[in-house]
């Protein structure tokens, strides 16, 4: 017998083989997590994959593509960040997982566990929308936040070379934290393409920004208060941009999008919303690997509280890809971070024989970026909004970051920005 860094005593037996599916929030947090608890009495071999080798800050991405960021400043090595305890990194993608032979089943290979952690996340969601796939810019990606910013500076290319002084039309398809925050920045990026361009005079007069949110509910989970003071800087500020509710993509063509009627008894016309480039940040769809898994009415796959797979002990899911029966887990990084918490505690309580923990969610407040020196921070019924809002999403987020080298290129860009322009290099 030994005895943990604990106190409690446990068989000597070889080490666990965790493995973690994923190199976002969830699973990178969970390696940091469980390696915390386990790294002493070396009680555990991680094995990671995934089909990225870096880790992408997703709540970035919108500065990428308006010209804050650099591509490189959003991602971390994974291998940079996971260099104790860790038998292998697996760059392959994920095709099944066999519970019975405790097996992933890989494009390239297979390997065993002990334990499993599926922290796969998401991917866009087009909700069977015909032709969004096609004409649409999703903004998931690190490569889908460099064409966003290509696209508009192509566009900007073309019309002053052809002198055309049409208007720029932008649509984004989805009222939710992405859209709202990517209408915002390619407003302000707007700032500092239009003096670049003899064509261009006036950015009220000259580009137009439509947010099309499906229903009256946008920004959903943020408090009411919160989203009337958003609506109203829309409303009554000097931005381009406009919020149209209600407005559900119907279909998508080449330069329009094809709006359902507000009443489908109605004999009205129907309604469409012309566009030069069209973003879609209407929500995602879990990446779920093959397996027999039973999921929510949601499509995610279904967990108890304690995070595992319901009837299956030594198997977890976390973040985007899980939710329980109830729905009640949002789709965001700052649940999947928390998530990974309760997950390794209890990867490591079973390996010392102790009882697992149920996860509970800590709504902390949720944080919303609205372009340069202004956000929106909701934290239970209060609201802060302004410059020291947007003091606070930087601090949070660059907290967030992993290696101490991506914070520093973050930190040392955004204090460059206040001094100078965006980047309107089109890569």
């Known amino acids: 017998m030994t005895k943990t860094a604990e106190g409690t005593e446990i068989g000597v037996k070889s080490k666990k083989k965790v493995v973690i599916l994923g190199s976002g929030f969830g699973g990178v947090n969970t390696y940091l997590n469980l390696h915390k608890l386990t790294h002493k009495d070396r009680l555990v071999e991680f094995t990671i994959v995934s089909d990225k080798n870096y880790f992408l800050f997703t709540p970035l991405i919108h500065e990428v593509a308006t010209g804050t960021l650099v591509p490189e400043d959003v991602i971390s090595p994974v291998r940079g960040n996971i260099d104790c305890c860790v038998t292998d990194f697996i760059l392959d993608t994920v095709k099944c997982v066999d519970f019975k032979k405790n097996k992933v089943y890989l494009l390239n290979s297979e390997i065993e566990y002990d334990y499993l952690v599926i922290a796969t996340g998401a991917s866009v969601n087009f909700r069977n929308t015909p032709g969004a796939k096609e004409f649409t810019l999703p903004l998931k990606t690190l490569e889908d936040a460099i064409l966003i910013k290509n696209k508009i500076i192509g566009l900007f290319e073309e019309r002053e070379e052809s002198k055309n002084k049409k208007q720029i039309k932008i649509a984004i398809v989805g009222g939710g934290p992405t859209g709202i925050e990517i209408a915002t920045e390619i407003s302000e990026f707007t700032d500092t393409l239009i003096p670049n361009y003899s064509i261009f005079k006036d950015k009220k007069s000259d580009i137009d920004i439509k947010i099309l949110n499906a229903s009256d509910n946008f920004l959903p989970n943020f408090s009411l208060r919160l989203k009337k003071e958003v609506f109203n800087l829309f409303r009554f500020g000097k931005s381009p941009i406009s919020l149209i509710l209600n407005a559900r993509a119907k279909e998508v063509m080449k330069d329009r999008i094809i709006l359902e009627k507000l009443d489908e008894e109605s004999s009205s016309k129907e309604r469409s919303v012309d566009f030069d480039i069209a973003i879609w940040a209407a929500g995602v769809s879990p990446n779920i690997p093959g397996g027999d898994f ?20 030594n198997v977890f899911a976390i973040g985007d890809v899980a939710d329980t029966d109830d729905n009640s887990l949002p789709q965001l990084a700052q649940t999947a971070v928390d998530e990974s918490e309760t997950c390794a ?16 969610l800590r709504q902390k407040g949720l944080i919303l970026s609205l372009g340069h020196n202004n956000a929106a921070i909701s934290i239970g019924k209060n609201i802060f909004m302004g410059k020291m809002a947007w003091f606070l999403w930087r601090y949070f987020y660059l907290s967030q970051m992993f290696g101490k080298g991506s914070k520093t290129k973050i930190l040392l860009n955004w204090i460059l920005n206040e001094f100078s322009p965006r980047d309107i290099s089109k890569i």
Not at 296 to 312: E, M, P, Q
Not at 345 to 360: D, E, L, T
């Open 345 to 360: 505690r209890n990867i490591y309580n079973s390996i010392i024989k102790k009882p697992a923990v149920p996860f509970v």
């Open 294 to 313: 039973e999921l929510t009415k949601s499509g995610r796959i279904l967990i108890g509280h304690n995070l595992n797979i319901k009837g299956i002990e």
